[in-house]
């Protein structure tokens, strides 16, 4: 019976360790036929590129990757199709189930020294967005270009939500974990403090000019920034997204809300 692997490699070369993680070597596979399929994700070089949506030059880059890949593959005795699939890589080999089943999924990560931006929490996406079973290699680079094996994390068939247990929720609102809660309530509650603020520096200049109109200002800011928290996580959270929109919500409410209230004290004192 033939067996069936998908690979979702973010980089190249694999080097020898990595190779071993591919080549079927467990007693289960010997006198199996071995299909392998390899997907390189058109991943930008940052973040702000992906915001952007610069595609041209990332799959430009993957189609040269995916040819090395598969280059590097024959020459270790392994033969394999190979396609570019979406930037990001657990939706790559969603994508890739679609088009055929895999008995495994290997997906290959860096360690979090050299960890690139969109392998940030790679695991837990895999574990509740891929059903069938994978293996997620952890590698190191060395300086001699090398690819070194650092760790394996495995995960049996059936997809788990990693927040499944430390979620709070109600009868109609999705679940939520108790860190959405307490940035919610940071949000809301520092919200209300930057609007009293920005009142009581409209009130101690006389009028609407000036500094009061800043304090004004970064109220009505805050508070759209944080309604679009609380909206943008709730709809998320129905789909059971935690990509990296939600965190950019979450951070931008955490960090941007503290800053306001900051901002508009100094402006009630100066």
Same mark, same amino acid.
């Given at each position: 019976m033939e067996r069936r692997l998908l690979a979702i490699v973010t980089d =190249? @070369?694999?080097g020898l360790e990595s190779l071993r993680e591919i080549r079927p070597n467990g007693t289960g +596979?010997?006198?199996?036929e071995f299909d392998l399929r390899v997907i390189v994700p058109a991943v930008e070089a940052n973040?702000?590129?992906?915001?952007?949506?610069?595609?041209?030059e990332p799959n430009r880059e993957a189609e040269a990757r995916l040819g090395r890949v598969l280059a590097e593959l024959?020459?270790?005795?392994?033969?394999?199709?190979?396609?570019?699939? =979406? @930037?990001?890589?657990?939706?790559?080999?969603?994508?890739?189930?679609?088009?055929?089943?895999? +008995?495994?999924?290997?997906?290959?990560?860096?360690?979090?020294?050299?960890?690139r931006w969109f392998e940030d929490g790679l695991l837990e996406r895999a574990e509740a967005g891929l059903d069938p079973p994978f293996r997620l290699v952890v590698v190191h680079g060395s300086q001699d270009g090398e690819e070194h094996v650092v760790g394996v994390e495995t995960a049996g068939p059936g997809t788990r939500h990693p927040d499944e247990d430390k979620e709070v929720g109600f009868a109609y609102l999705p679940g939520l974990s108790r860190g959405d809660?307490?940035?919610?309530?940071?949000?809301i509650f520092g919200t209300v403090v930057v609007a009293i603020l920005a009142g009581a520096v409209a009130?101690?200049?006389?009028?609407?000019t000036g500094r009061a109109a800043v304090a004004i200002l970064i109220a009505i800011g805050i508070a759209?920034?944080?309604?679009?928290?609380?909206?943008?996580?709730?709809?998320?959270?129905?789909?059971?997204?935690?990509?990296?929109?939600?965190?950019?919500?979450?951070?931008?409410?955490?960090?941007g809300t503290p800053l306001a209230v900051v901002i508009a004290f100094a402006l009630l004192v100066s």
């Open positions: =190249d @070369p694999l +596979d010997r006198g199996r973040a702000f590129r992906h915001t952007l949506g610069d595609v041209d024959r020459a270790y005795g392994l033969e394999a199709a190979g396609e570019v699939g =979406d @930037p990001d890589p657990i939706q790559a080999a969603q994508d890739a189930l679609l088009m055929a089943p895999a +008995d495994e999924i290997v997906i290959f990560e860096h360690d979090r020294e050299q960890a809660f307490a940035s919610i309530a940071v949000g009130v101690d200049n006389g009028d609407v759209l920034v944080n309604l679009a928290h609380v909206v943008g996580l709730t709809l998320m959270e129905s789909v059971r997204y935690r990509g990296g929109f939600a965190k950019f919500f979450r951070y931008l409410s955490l960090i």
